[in-house]
């Protein structure tokens, strides 16, 4: 089988440099072209891709990406940035998996709400798939559009999903505290991310307001077939990569670890990158992987759900591919293990 | 005015150290000895103490100490340990100020239930003083027998005594959400402390069994008038030194943050450690100090409040001398700004 | 093809980890079977193998790895223990490359002085093969046993080897200032690489006595032909992989850099795994990889060489594979790219 | 006695907040102006001054200072910069000690070989004293102008001097590879210093070519009497603070490691911030102090030198206060013990 032909928009950042390393290892991908505003060597604005991939910098141009036979984009550039560059895409039928936020809310309100600027393309956003594979992995076969889901609420959606699924918990007032490493922050330098600002701190930010709580409220809401409500506070950690999200709940009736272990070990059978748990996990067991990790606990009456993943890999890169394998109907682990 | 003599009870560890380090800055402290299982010169167990203090470990004798004038020993034992050496201190008219945990909560059989062990010394637990000085500071003047409050505890009862004392939220499940920097597990050689295993790594751990739960809730207890319960999680954080705690609460009544700005500098009017922040926490402003900082937010009708402090300092060394300060008359501040 | 047979004796280390993860990936190789003292399952000991390798370890027993056809061990055992385990082995026809030290020094004497106790087993490091590929690539096909080479030494032979090659430099007073992670220092917690120790802090260790001199200066002297004597000044980094080796030599004879770096391409041309760069080597550029970064400047008459690799990998378990290829004649980058 | 009044020079950056923080610890000094570009108050550009310093940054006028009785201001500003706002100060009697390198080489052939610029204010560099003051401490006392030392000079220059003072080593060829905290860095954003590029990363940078070079030979050459040269390598290492300095250097003759540290002993009697150790030094050791350490070995005939500081404290801010110590006539240790 022929190789499908792949090009990464804007490979200079974190996660750009995360889906080539992963796509070039993978046997049914070829990169045939990398976008960036820097026109540069890949290897030179990532030096660890020295010797690995041997390619120029293009800048973006749709046409040219369609000349060189492109079938499937990944697109790795700011929201607001995507939802501009991506139509002329589709509109040549290229297949676009977009790590951005730009297409995974569903209501262009809600988009408006958070990001503070309106929606520029309701058409593409009506056919969007959210790309969270365990739980709308149905609708992926085949999708000409994949909104790769955020780092964050890929943590606390799986994490909640067996207990909203049966109605165990209540929908409104569920916390989740969670805490990321660095490089969730981007590339771009900033006085917050400046080493020694942020090395050896532990700090809270936007606090109340950040852009994944209605990402993870649209995904729990329809898993529940009802409005849920979640109060989700960001933390950054003195480390490169890691996400570990702690979710407090309270159940809708006395439950047992036990009842919850198998609840989880049910729900998510079948699936490939998720470990359901009894000992208590560490972001650094999933580092370098897919794999995200659950464990549940009953504190005091409140269910406790314990969540780790690579923020880069199974938050961005990595499920990108997993919806990657799925569109074109590879074996979901390909290039992952 | 003479120096007050004091004794510094296992001075291998990190407490010990940062309390030499505040010692030797103190003008009305004078180390008379530290003792150690570890026969050893103090500079050799800590190099950073070269050429600061020229002293050499002993080992424990209540005699010894009285023989050297001791006034005040600050206890660095493990708990369990502390009970046993304190109360032949005592009868030598020795104050102790008591890092441990053995005189902190003031039901024996509370203490038997999260320690694993019966209390040995009722008689003067009756009369400690739990050394939390902006709760309980009109009983520290003269006190005999000071236990110094826990790391993680400082955070949560601070962060949240106005709201109790105001019975502003509901007193029970009250979700507090703690990470810490690694010198908070001691300087005891374990695998789960080891470099490459907890560097780059976030995790949960004692979830819902962290024996600073107890003590948490019998000072909130003592603020409300009435019993406090909560869901405690602490993590651990890949940094020396630090506690970030992010404390959810249901408000009794609908809340506003300049309201709860104002409530939380009128209770504090005039504490000097206390430093109620609009502008959100970050452990690293707070290392190195004995300040633990707060900042409040309404997050969809719940109360959030942020905690920083250093565990080291606020959380332990830094709050025995503003103890030891309170006990003998002094400035709180001295030795600590 | 069938795939080799392979056994990891010792898992329970960081090198037997790393080695698990790239066997696993490796098409060509099958984990038959894990020793370790510890009767636990591997992802007990690791979390990070949850999922990814179900196999308990079992006690080592030379006819228990027989009977399950083991082709070939990889020893990540202490030295010492090594010499004790591998001689039963090789009688069974089980080819072995030893990750410890115990077969890498050719004179029982050198061994004996460095590591202050008698070889035990002279009869078959007559025949072991020094892994290092890019030197002693020719001797590897077919080979009984491979002694992989040390994390430094690697930095500091294939910094040098282009130089020493071609008396280039002088042979005597070479200066290696290598910076490692704490990764180096093995799982077994200890005061010195306890977390609030090391983190946080650089400090030199060994200087002077650190026993991959002896390695380093005897393929360097196969390479010149002559003896070759070196400063080697090992030091601990605040971060859980990495070797930078910086290496100061006195030049023979007046050098550009233009010339030095054609003279490290030609040497290392057609080399896989060395990268010979003119931008300065960072060690995250070759985490995770099997790379070995090197970059060569002239400074006021000196030659300064910069090597950068990870010392899991190429320092360890990744050149063990790259051995283990060209052992059982596979691409040399099989399984590590 | 009358505190005396100070004003910090740029006040935004790392030395600045550290001045400040022991300057409010000093007894003899008051802070009557900090300027800044930046127009904010000092704790909101800093939060770690809240509670302990209420003062807003001002714009830099030398009147402004005057009219406020500034008798002393500590430049923290960038070098350039520095040789344009220090003139019109010791126009006005301001006494100013110097972070920048600006007033550190005497010979502006020198500084504009290595700065790329000409030096614009030959006739104070005439007077400035080079602030070392266990080398020029003689100078120090009443002096107008004092150039602060760099960081890295520091550990190079006091590391060598008991050596090069009595001719024990070659005068050429010294190398110092010196490995930084990323603090040293500065406070700009930028990508080399953006935590996820430089945490858990070693490089080297500015090999032959750091400006520290000729300020480290200007100083040993005064110290020897004649012309010294260096190879001078620094490296960025993933933590905030401390530098080591690891110096190889070729005895003149044998000596021995016990007549290193007599010698060492002996020429640093009486200093208070030298510790001659004959355990390695960690820069943890020093962290937060304004200690040196040194630490002498012989290796295969070459004389090594182990230093480490705290490069913002020793290495800029804490001599800084040193220096005004002795210029005022304060004991030397006030205000950093």
Redesign the interface.
């Given at each position: 089988m022929d190789k499908v032909k792949v090009a990464v928009l804007g490979g200079s950042g974190?996660t750009g440099v995360e889906l080539i390393k992963i796509l070039?290892?993978h046997p049914g991908a070829e990169i045939v072209a990398i976008t960036s505003r820097q026109d540069e060597h890949i290897a030179?604005l990532h030096?660890?891709l020295?010797?690995?991939l041997d390619m120029r910098c293009e800048p973006f141009s749709p046409d040219a990406l369609q000349a060189k036979g492109t079938q499937l984009a990944f697109g790795c550039l700011p929201h607001g940035n995507s939802m501009e560059s991506i139509p002329p895409l589709l509109d040549r039928d290229i297949r676009v998996i977009d790590l951005s936020a730009d297409y995974r809310l569903r209501d262009v309100n809600v988009y408006q709400e958070w990001y503070k600027e309106p929606h520029q393309d309701a058409k593409n956003l009506a056919h969007a798939v959210y790309g969270l594979p365990e739980i709308y992995g149905g609708r992926l076969a085949g999708a000409k559009l994949v909104a790769n889901p955020g780092c964050y609420p890929q943590t606390a959606i799986l994490g909640l999903a067996p207990l909203v699924a049966n109605k165990l918990i209540e929908l409104t007032?569920i916390?989740i505290?969670s805490?990321s490493?660095?490089?969730g922050a981007g590339?771009t330098?900033?006085?917050n991310?400046?080493?020694?600002?942020?090395?050896?701190?532990?700090?809270?930010?936007a606090?109340?307001t950040h852009r994944h709580t209605p990402e993870i409220e649209q995904a729990l809401g329809d898993i529940a077939g009802e409005p849920v409500?979640v109060?989700f506070?960001p933390?950054l950690?003195?480390?490169?990569?890691?996400i570990?999200s702690?979710i407090?709940a309270?159940p809708t009736r006395a439950v047992t670890e036990s009842e919850l272990v198998e609840l989880y070990r049910g729900y998510f059978a079948g699936q490939s990158f998720v470990?359901v748990?009894t000992?208590?996990?560490?972001?650094?067991?999933?580092?370098?992987?897919n794999?995200l990790?659950l464990c549940t606990?009953?504190?005091?009456?409140?269910v406790?759900v314990?969540a780790?993943e690579d923020n880069l890999i199974r938050g961005a890169s990595g499920v990108a591919v997993q919806n990657f394998n799925r569109v074109f109907g590879f074996d979901e682990r390909t290039g992952l293990?």
């Open positions: 974190y070039l290892r030179d030096p660890s020295l010797g690995r007032g916390i505290d805490k490493g660095v490089s590339r330098p900033k006085l991310v400046h080493f020694p600002e942020c090395n050896e701190s532990v700090s809270a930010y606090v109340g409500s109060i506070t933390h950690m003195p480390m490169d990569r890691g570990f702690t407090y309270n470990r748990r000992s208590l996990p560490a972001t650094k067991d999933t580092v370098g992987t794999f990790d606990k009953v504190v005091r009456g409140k406790v314990l780790a293990m």
